[in-house]
């Protein structure tokens, strides 16, 4: 510490002597520190890359060529309706004459809304379509997801990211809506 | 009798070296951290399960977002990674729309990240500090309507010119804010579609696990 030399009269014929600071200084906490700072920067250099989901679309190529009698059962589609404040409405089968307990139905997104269905049936179209004769393996739950005008792309991404959960077989997002289906999603 | 001697231990450690291990590490993170800029157009990315990360090159990136000078229009950027392909891609822009950029300018355009200007003022852009050209809402977007749809040429020109340099597929990466409305995002999608790209990615944000 800060010490003023006093001239003590050097009477008294001692030796000088001179104080020996110790030359170590204690590291612990500047090795506490530069670890702590270790571990932030490469957390942070793997993290921060951007998480991204694949998407792939069907080629909008000419539609004409395309077959339009692919025949696909109804039992295994379910049509998911995106509506404006995070509402979705779905339906299993058509929507004039839905399969059993597959009638249009309000869900939320989340594992207690909507998930809970699919799991559902992702698994009991399984078993349909293993049973059924003339299936090829993997076949399973088709989904049809039908965003409109008002719902926002955290839907999109919402509905996509409940795909991939629920290992859903098959999905495609489609775009257009019948007479039918507009008036389901509009009402309240 | 003979005292027993505790020989006493010293339990302060020697710790220089691991000081000097830990700040070479803490050096070597520093320096290979590439530090985050500024983004002109910020947007909320929703937040997803999945794991995948982003290619780190031959990468466009499309950002869509609320513009925050007009109300309930949306405004678009555009930014392509590697220097050259930014480059070759504004050659191929300027031949296109009959404007000629300088070398300097080539070289400034070069280190932009993402910009959403109409080519015509794009070097006005070029010659502004980077601070001061990404301050959120300064740059309106890039045209993409029917009449003047500059963002399909950007992307059909970045990827001639990753396809040259690269000798590769671009990506695309959508960056959409979560509360945008699905007929924006729609919009360049089947932009990208109409040019046969039929695969991207919706860059997202990461959801906590209990999801």
Not at chain 1, 80 to 108: C, Q, R, V, Y
């Amino acid at each position: 510490m800060a010490e003023l030399n006093t001239e003590s009269g050097g009477d008294k014929g001692g030796k000088v002597r001179s104080k020996k600071s110790n030359a170590k200084v204690d590291l612990t906490a500047m090795v506490d520190l530069a670890f702590l700072l270790i571990t932030f920067f490469m957390l942070t250099t793997s993290l921060s890359k951007p998480q991204a989901m694949n998407l792939g679309l069907p080629d909008k190529g000419d539609e004409k060529t395309d077959e339009k009698d692919i025949k696909v059962d109804q039992k295994r589609t379910m049509t998911i309706l995106l509506g404006d404040d995070n509402k979705i409405k779905w339906f299993h089968g058509l929507l004039e004459a839905p399969e059993p307990n597959g009638k249009p139905t309000d869900a939320t997104y989340g594992k207690n809304g909507i998930r809970k269905e699919l799991v559902k049936r992702v698994k009991s179209v399984a078993e349909y379509c293993a049973a059924k004769p003339g299936s090829k393996p993997g076949d399973g739950l088709i989904v049809i997801i039908k965003p409109s005008k008002k719902s926002t792309y955290r839907n999109i991404v919402d509905i996509l990211d409940e795909m991939a959960i629920t290992d859903v077989p098959t999905y495609a997002i489609v775009n257009d809506f019948t007479p039918e289906e507009k008036k389901l999603i509009e009402e309240k | 009798m003979a005292k027993i001697k505790m020989s006493k231990k010293s339990t302060s450690i020697d710790m220089t070296a691991m000081c000097d291990v830990s700040f070479l590490l803490l050096t070597f993170f520093i320096l290979t951290a590439t530090a985050k800029q500024q983004e002109p157009l910020p947007v909320d990315t929703p937040s997803s399960t999945v794991k995948t990360k982003l290619p780190e090159t031959d990468l466009a990136t499309i950002t869509i977002g609320k513009d925050v000078n007009a109300k309930d229009s949306i405004s678009i950027f555009f930014g392509v990674t590697g220097r050259d392909v930014r480059k070759r891609t504004l050659e191929l822009m300027a031949q296109k729309y009959k404007l000629s950029f300088s070398e300097k300018e080539m070289e400034q355009f070069a280190l932009i990240e993402s910009f959403g200007v109409p080519i015509q003022n794009l070097s006005q852009i070029i010659a502004m500090k980077s601070s001061d050209r990404n301050k959120p809402g300064f740059q309106p977007g890039i045209p993409a309507d029917s009449t003047d749809n500059q963002l399909k040429e950007w992307i059909y020109n970045a990827r001639i010119a990753t396809s040259e340099i690269a000798d590769k597929d671009l990506n695309f990466a959508i960056k959409g804010d979560a509360k945008q409305e699905y007929p924006a995002i729609k919009k360049v999608m089947d932009m990208l579609q109409d040019q046969k790209v039929n695969q991207f990615d919706l860059v997202t944000g990461l959801r906590g696990k209990d999801y």
